[in-house]
């Protein structure tokens, strides 16, 4: 009885330093690992207005999640572009995205077009995307697809 009396305890406060944690103000929380790194060059703006440096995944369709870049190694993040190779994940939607499946498809990402964003002026983010996909692609996408990113 004791025992579980003492493991009961630990959990309430493990869940309590949780809580407490969740709670503090952004700056007083620990940073993520790709948000952690002092951004040397532009950054990359994920759907949570989130500022990211060579993140290892990216949401592309914010609203819905039916295509999303996963695995990226990134070879160069430069003031003016940056590139990775990585995995675009999508959505066939067939008979409709609820119930659709996910295919894999192998893709060179290449990010550029870095200006002042809006959120923080005194940063830099990349403003466009573009895929290359190097054998199969979605059907209907072309083998290139640009994509405006946000500000």
Do not use: E
């Not at 406060?13 to 949780?18: G, K, R, T, V, Y």
């Not at 503090?24 to 993520?32: F, Y």
């Not at 572009?81 to 119930?99: E, H, I, L, M, T």
């Not at 990349?126 to 209907?140: A, F, I, Q």
């Amino acid at each position: 009885m004791r025992g579980q009396v003492i493991s009961t305890a630990v959990a309430l406060c493990f869940a309590a330093s949780l809580t407490a944690a969740a709670a503090a103000p952004p700056s007083a929380r620990p940073a993520s690992t790709s948000a952690a790194r002092p951004a040397t060059g532009p950054v990359l703006v994920d759907c949570f207005w989130h500022a990211r440096v060579r993140p290892a995944n990216f949401m592309l369709a914010c609203g819905d999640g039916n295509s999303r870049l996963a695995s990226l190694r990134w070879t160069m993040w430069g003031r003016d572009s940056a590139r990775a190779q990585g995995v675009n994940w999508v959505n066939d939607c067939k008979p409709y995205c609820a119930a659709g499946r996910f295919h894999a498809y192998s893709v060179a990402v290449r990010l550029d077009h870095a200006r002042p964003w809006k959120k923080h002026p005194r940063l830099r983010h990349y403003t466009r995307m573009t895929l290359v996909y190097h054998t199969d692609r979605p059907r209907s996408f072309p083998r290139t697809v640009v994509y405006p990113l946000w500000d």
